[in-house]
């Protein structure tokens, strides 16, 4: 053999950036977006685009991306919550009443909120490993169970009524209340409306006051999840163990421990949801949450979560969660009627899943 003669091994091919692209589960999702985008470029007003439109439909896809993304990481762990709208609601009563009933200040409600959702969260994870029963069958079960647990928790605090009053009048002036309410950067854009550069209302005033700060908590919480995803080793974790629990457990993975700590993750979210939106209604009620489980399902399968688990990501959740928005919000700037928004949402789904689906096959290679 010549000296200068190399020996191929056709086992290490090197792969192209396209095939690493198509491999992203967040394809789908961004594809997604894209198509949405311009389908109401040519039928909304043209007002769905300016900063206000923008922020419009921003503010509901951070609320449902919250969700989303917990959401995500539980099925790329290979675990399913259906109880995350139930949750939004619990935490809410449970917030409620440490402000109002206990006139408790934000730095001791929100931790403490967080815990009671934090021990429903070990409660189905260990629910789910020591009886072997499906995710799905526990949380469904913990659906009805936290909300009903809502609806009778909250006329005990009331003396009846299912809604509970007064949650702005408890926080008013509590230094971390905006943090978790209102807009954020208001001196700037007071400075842009003043130089001109966003719209303005006759007075003066910007359209656009600021951004919402649950804006700010989804983009934040989808670069950390993202990061722990790629980054770290417990992100490894997460995709072995929702890939193959047995293969994962006999390499060294803490297949419990990590399944227990994102049914705590996905519960903490649906929390971190009902403390903004408790605070930014100024109350709370039993409904608060209501089939939010279903679309933030929706949302992480749009983003390429498999309900099999070991597959998915974050900014998938992210992407699918403004696909929601869009579509939501965006629907009141046309002549369409909005009812048609559960057939488009449907759509997207099924369009979103097989388009993953045949993607990942061809550049695999898999049948």
């Known amino acids: 053999m010549p000296a200068d003669s190399t020996v191929t091994d056709e086992r290490v091919r090197e792969e192209t950036l396209l095939a690493r692209l198509m491999k992203r589960p967040e394809l789908g ?20 685009f300016t900063l206000s439109g923008i922020m419009n439909f921003l503010t509901p896809a951070a609320q449902l991306g919250i969700l989303a993304i917990g959401a995500s990481l539980l099925m790329i762990g290979g675990e399913f919550d259906l109880s995350i709208g139930s949750m939004v609601a619990f935490a809410g009563m449970i917030f409620g009443a440490l402000v109002v009933n206990l006139g408790l200040p934000l730095i001791v409600a929100i931790p403490g909120t967080l815990i009671f959702a934090g021990m429903m969260g ?21 659906l009805f169970i936290l909300r009903g647990l809502s609806l009778v928790g909250l006329k005990y605090l009331t003396g009846g009524s299912t809604q509970l009053r007064g949650v702005r009048d408890a926080v008013g ?103 903004m939106t408790v605070i930014d209604a100024g109350s709370t009620d039993a409904r608060r949450g209501f089939q939010k489980e279903f679309e933030a399902i929706i949302a992480a399968v749009i983003g390429g979560s498999l309900l099999t688990g070991g597959y998915g990501s974050a900014i998938g959740a992210f992407f699918g969660s403004i696909i929601f928005g869009m579509v939501v919000i965006g629907l009141t700037y046309t002549s369409i009627d909005q009812d048609w928004f559960q057939v488009f949402l449907g759509g997207m789904l099924l369009l979103a899943v097989i388009f993953n689906n045949v993607i990942r096959k061809r550049v695999t290679g898999e049948r």
């Open 173 to 275: 002036d509590d230094w971390l209340a905006p943090f978790f309410s209102g807009d954020a950067f208001t001196g700037l854009f007071a400075k842009l409306a003043e130089w001109g550069w966003i719209d303005t209302f006759k007075s003066g005033a910007p359209k656009v006051p600021g951004v919402p700060v649950e804006i700010l908590w989804f983009i934040g919480i989808a670069l950390f999840a993202t990061w722990i995803l790629l980054r770290t080793p417990a992100g490894n974790w997460i995709f072995a163990a929702g890939g193959d629990k047995n293969a994962a457990s006999n390499s060294g993975v803490p297949v419990n421990r990590v399944k227990t700590t994102l049914f705590i993750v996905t519960a903490c979210c649906a929390a971190l949801v009902a403390i």
């Open 29 to 48: 999702a961004i594809a997604g977006l894209i198509l949405v985008t311009i389908f109401f470029l040519f039928t909304a007003n043209a007002s769905m």
């Open 122 to 142: 070990v409660v189905n994870g260990q629910l789910v490993i020591r009886t072997g029963l499906p995710s799905f069958i526990v949380t469904l079960a913990f």
